[in-house]
């Protein structure tokens, strides 16, 4: 049995300890917005912040989460986080939008950090999170407007 | 990939017209029209048909005030259902607020690509909007004249004073009523022969800048679902095991240690392999590792791509199988130039890689009818084929069409791989009991349906003024019919799909000659965004540019030079030459190049710039894209189509490659196979051609160009052509 708190709420979870955090909130928890895409670390389909921090969850077993605060993109919230949505949807970066809900995930960690990031900021921040429809161009575009917002 | 309807190109419509047809649903008004083929065999099943199936609408208005539209044509991310549904919209004249877009299938006269003659249901080509300009938008007329009907009826007032605006229905007198107050009664209204359009000077959403996505904020909080999110009561979970190599069948295999597993439903052979049951994808997993399988590889390939590779090298110095275009006399042209420049081209097998990777779910009910939901690219023939496995009849196949992380071409496959796989996943557990068949990063890679390894031997010759007098291009490697259902579409030796972009060449060459050499090679192929023109662009271009050089011209102005009679190309060329300065000088170290192609009818013209780096490396900073799609229906998402194919294709040349060694295929996942990454994506610009011209695509013509754009600059900057890919593994050595 694992506690942990996801989006601001205490939960316990009592499933095979090896088994990945990607899928105990997908299939277990059912919250589907946390993606899969390799479970090899390499396209950040699955970030979610374990305790603020952008984090694989194909490669974070669930008995590693002891006590921890998950946050999945289900429980995005506060003004970085609430901004980088708006902004994203307003200059309709997602195409298929399915590696999207990593990209926001890890430009709210960006961010967060990051208040003023430069292109190499982002591309280091972001440079884990594959797009196949190519979106960069205007991912790189929509975290410097968030930036921009957020500062005023 | 338009070809795979080949089979029923004898119903191209010789005289088209619309016939409306409106009644009343359980639901409110529906607005469907059908297309009168000229091969009335086809009109007379039509009217049966679209009785018997629920979605038989193009636009739907419920009585809860929604608009729901019926997309003939798949979302994969390229922005098909907005293009749709901005098409209704236009002439509907409702508020976005209303729209759903929904997956319609089911019915061929009603959803059939008119584009490839009708007779089927897919989405590809970058058709969806070329074949949804019209019927679409006469949906949406004919709907909101039905409206406009009722409310002139009720309020027993002129029709012709009433107007209609962001969803309500008004009049002077100061009654008005919503869409779907009045759904019921449009419904009876009787139903105009045809309704005019709007003109042009009167659009409000077709080419508006500031239009965007309806769709895009549910893809930014997690609440859009895919396939791979599907919950219903009782979903297991299923992931495959496939043959380690293309060919090989199962001999026999032992399930007794997986079964054991707690977690464990069921381990079921499918007709393309094992399918692992388990209550939840990790368990499933672990469960697939315990399965023991001994293989039959009597009839696998067992060839490498080296092995391959040699042999094309070989076949493309003989004699082609066939001719695909033969103009002149290429070899007395030969004989007499001035100057001759030849080589062979290299281009590796390449994969989707969509990040969500392939999947499907099916439900076997107790009434026999089946369920079937996932990437539904090719309607009518995953009806089919679930309805062939599932033991039942196509017209008892319930299809739901979802949206899909990427296909770019993967999921429309002609033998309908991972359909055939949850079908009869869930027939073999019985009814009642649905099954998501979930492909991990691993299948998805070595599951085949590649873009085809090619190599082209080219030759071109250049006379004394440096005019271009003779090319020739015998391009050797698979076909992506051959041996599928469209196989017919072959003609005399010539898969279409494997040299267009070549004999279509716009440059005005008296002696052009374009061989095939269509291989036997047993890996599985598909289309891959923009097919044939993923090659063929890179190989002409190049040796274009090249070329140039060799005649001592600028490339703008020698490509300019032999486009006299296609002005379409010549403008793209200019505007894009124009926007990124390619008269003004560069900074010490810094290149242009530039390349043209027209693909799917959309003509688009690259011009990059690279910067050299210590490493011997470079990196791209910029591109300018000039695009003609004819008339510009959503112009944002023109852009982002033409950005995305841009990095698409970048990361192609650049760095991707599939690769087998003894039949076995080397790459597993994104470690080794790499698509582009965000640092690597240069800024670009793209400005679109303005156009009175019926729309074209653009989901897939932003590819072809990029490579040999970036090849040109590199070429530029180092005196060498690149003629095999990818890029990065194949220009060491190559000092500026
Ligand atoms: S699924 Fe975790 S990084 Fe790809
Ligand atoms: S939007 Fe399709 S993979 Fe990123």
Redesign the pocket.
Known sequence: MVAFTLNGEARTLDVDPEMPL?WAVRDVIGLTGT?????????????VHVNGMPT????TAVGDIEGASITTIEGVSGKIGETVQAVWAEFDVPQCGYCQSGQIMSAVALLTETPKPTDDDIDSAMSGNLCRCATYHRIRAAIHETANRLET | MSQFLSKHNSVRPTRRRFLVGAGVTTAGLAVGYRLVLAASDIAQTTTAKVQANPFQTYVEITKENRIIIYSSQFEMGQGSYFGIATLVMEELDGDWAQVDVVGGYGNTALYGNVAWGGAAQATGGSTSMSSSWERYRKAGAAARALLVAAAAQRWDVPAGEIKVASGVVSHASGMQARYGDLAEAAAGMPVPDDVPLKPRDKWAQIGSDSLKRYDSAGKTNGAQTYTIDLMMEGLQTAVMIHPPKFGAEIESFDATKAKALDGIVDVVQTPRGIAVVGRDTWTALKGRDLVEVTWNEEKAEERGTAEIMAEYNKAADDLGAATARDDGNTPAAFASAEKIIEGHYEFPYLVHASIEPLNAAARINEDGTIDVWGGHQMPDLYQAAAAQVGGTTPDKVRLHVMKTGGSFGRRAVLDADVIIEAVSTARALGRGKPVKVQWTRENDMRGGRYRPAYVHAVKAGLDKKGNVVALHDHIVGQSVLGGSTSAAMIKNGIDPTSVEGATNLPYAIPNLKVELTTTDVNIPVLWWRSVGSTHTAYAVETLIDELAAAANRDPVDFRLSMLGHHPRHAAVLKVAAEKAGWDKPLPEGRFRGVALHESLSTYVADVVEITLNDENGFKVDRVVCAVDCGTAINPDQIRAQMEGGIGFGLGAILQEELTLKGGVVDQENYDTYTPLRIEQMPRVEVHIVPSEEPPTGVGEPGVPPIGPAVANALRAATGKTIRKLPIIKNMSGMTP
């Open positions: 990607l993606k899969f895409g390799c479970g090899l670390a390499q396209c950040g389909a699955c970030t694989r969850s194909c490669q």
